[in-house]
């Protein structure tokens, strides 16, 4: 935006534009250099690319085109009356055309982009970077156009909600496929990057319960545990926090791990801490055995999850005898204790 800024918008004095072409390309080293990220590495670097590298040509441009166009006529993008409106108002701006026109073409460009890897790629939530751009340009043609095609433009819209919450109304009572599914529309994709994993929302709530019903839980369970990858989490830890409550949460739940922090921060205690917990795990301690719900996951399989949660498990394993204890679901395991190894706490 500021590079565009800097070349297409006029009357903008030189200081402003140096500082824009400043930002911009301060912006653009951010991304390629400083922090790249997992897309920039596959797409501008083809490092670890599940994609082959691009062969540039006008046949690789008109198969992302027609897929992206197929993706729209089938609505499969949401709906294509906010993306027809958004272009038909582009021709009736008068100021700052160019500066808006190329923030919008590049963002449909990166789309087409994506389309031209695999258009197996084109999901709802990358579409929107354009579905917004075509409301800035609604937003600016509703004050320059003439009042005819603004009323028309503004009819267009209205249907187009109205068509919205008739499907809405369609996809409330869709019944969900077995184990995952999208609970919102619009949101599919192909990968099931999206989705809600019902046994780990279930396990939440036995969890909760378990709280509930008065015990202490040991989760041998992370923030590296694959179900809680940064892409799709399945938000075990998150979903039994907001229901606890932080002080409840705080006293009876206890998680160790290497990171405490994704799009938001939990009480996970260090790894380091969990000796010291142990230690606190005897009947005239802190947390009475008999009191303690120890849960083990059936799948972390996260890149170094289960090297941690492994590790977790055979120090209790080294200090207590352990003993599974029926479950409610098929998430994880319950394991009870049973006393002490003979050799197991050190002295």
């Not at 990220?37 to 027609?66: D, K």
């Not at 869709?174 to 929302?201: K, N, Q």
């Not at 200090?319 to 002295?347: K, M, W």
């Amino acid at each position: 935006m500021f590079l565009a800024g800097t070349v297409l918008l006029r009357g903008v004095p030189l200081s402003t534009r140096a500082a824009w072409l400043v930002a911009g390309l301060l912006q653009i080293g951010e991304v390629l250099l400083v922090h790249p990220t997992a897309n920039i590495n596959a797409f501008v670097y083809q490092q670890q690319s599940p994609w082959p590298a691009l062969q540039p040509g006008v046949a690789t441009v008109t198969a992302g085109v027609a897929a992206l166009a197929r993706a729209i006529g089938t609505f499969e993008l949401d709906l294509p009356i906010l993306f027809g409106v958004g272009v038909a108002s582009f021709f009736f701006l008068r100021r700052d055309r160019r500066f808006l026109v190329a923030l919008f073409l590049v963002q449909l460009g990166l789309v087409v982009l994506l389309a031209t890897y695999q258009a197996d790629q084109l999901r709802p939530r990358r579409f929107i970077m354009v579905d917004c751009y075509c409301l800035v340009a609604i937003a600016w043609m509703y004050r320059e156009a003439p009042a005819s095609p603004r009323r028309l433009l503004a009819g267009l819209l209205v249907l187009g909600n109205v068509w919205q919450g008739l499907g809405l109304v369609r996809f409330v009572p869709m019944p969900f496929a077995l184990g995952a599914s999208f609970t919102m529309p619009y949101t599919y994709s192909r990968d099931g990057v999206g989705s809600v994993t019902f046994p780990h929302v279930d396990w939440a709530r036995d969890l909760r319960q378990e709280v509930d019903a008065g015990h202490r839980l040991l989760l041998l369970y992370n923030l590296d545990c694959y179900p809680e990858n940064f892409t799709n989490p399945s938000g075990v830890l998150e979903r039994l926090y907001l229901g606890l409550g932080h002080e409840r949460f705080v006293d009876s739940v206890f998680v160790f791990g290497s990171r405490a922090c994704r799009y938001c921060c939990l009480p996970i205690h260090p790894l380091a801490d969990f000796q010291s917990f142990l230690d606190g795990v005897r009947a005239d301690g802190p947390t009475p055995p008999a009191t303690l719900a120890i849960y083990y996951p059936t799948m972390c399989n996260g890149p170094g999850a289960e090297h941690e949660v492994d590790a977790l498990l055979a120090e209790l394993g080294r200090r207590f005898r352990l003993r599974p204890t029926p479950s409610a679901g098929t998430v994880a395991v319950r394991i009870a204790i049973d006393g002490e190894q003979p050799t197991g706490r050190p002295r």
